[in-house]
């Protein structure tokens, strides 16, 4: 929120001077708390621990201790534990139906009325419209979505007129080389199949 509405300022031909006393919310030394410690939760809390965040994390499986250690990660057997206590909230879950609407108005209503709630798995994870009214009633302070349902949202959507949200689309990988990457994963699982050997990247049901 703070650097979008920064550039906003810094651009606008209405800006005259800078305010002084215009303040943004550090992360360093302050609680993030991570649901969906997968491969990218994981990432995520690595990245985390270079500012000295204190990192929770909820998932269906607990990881290692020496996995937690490595990052300084805190189990929560409990979600809402998670969502008490963090300033920053991260979904970083697989859309299942477990996970479709996992957060609704009762867990936004447990986050801190100073907490910021940030999507980077699906949309349907958040229950948008409980959403919508957290952040008009300042039941939250701020949302960050890469993702919504759907994509992109109609728009007249009224998280689209809401000064406490910043939405992206869903360019969380768009990068050249996370596409490069992911196009050489792909070619290397299809000549693997071809020649009989091992999938690199085999997906196993559940």
């Known amino acids: 929120m703070y650097l979008h509405t920064g550039c ?3 651009v606008s031909p209405n800006t005259k001077h800078f305010a002084v006393d215009w303040l943004g ?3 360093t030394r302050v609680t993030l708390g991570i649901i969906g410690m997968g491969s990218i939760g994981y990432k995520v809390a690595q ?3 270079a500012f000295n965040m204190r990192i ?3 998932n269906r499986n607990r990881r290692r201790k020496e996995e937690e250690e490595a990052v300084g990660a805190q189990y929560c057997a409990k979600m809402e534990d998670l969502l ?4 920053f909230v991260m979904l970083v879950v697989n859309l299942t139906p477990e996970t479709h609407k996992l957060i609704g108005k009762k867990e936004l209503g447990l986050m801190k009325p100073t907490a910021t ?3 980077i798995s699906r949309g349907a994870v958040i229950d948008q419209d409980a959403l919508v009214e957290a952040l008009q009633n300042k039941v939250i302070r ?4 890469d993702v919504t349902y759907p994509e992109p949202l109609p728009r007249d959507h009224p998280l689209l007129n809401l000064n406490n949200v910043i939405i992206t689309p869903h360019i969380g990988t768009a990068t050249v080389q996370a596409i490069r990457m992911m196009a050489e994963e792909a070619i290397a699982n299809m000549l693997a199949v071809l020649n009989g050997q091992p999938i690199p990247s085999e997906v196993f049901p559940k």
Do not use: K, P, T, W
């Open 56 to 58: 929770l994390y909820h």
């Open 25 to 27: 919310v550090e992360v």
């Open 84 to 87: 008490q206590q963090s300033d």
């Open 8 to 10: 906003q300022i810094a």
């Open 117 to 119: 709630l940030i999507n």
């Open 142 to 145: 701020a949302a960050a979505l």
């Open 47 to 49: 990245r985390a621990r």
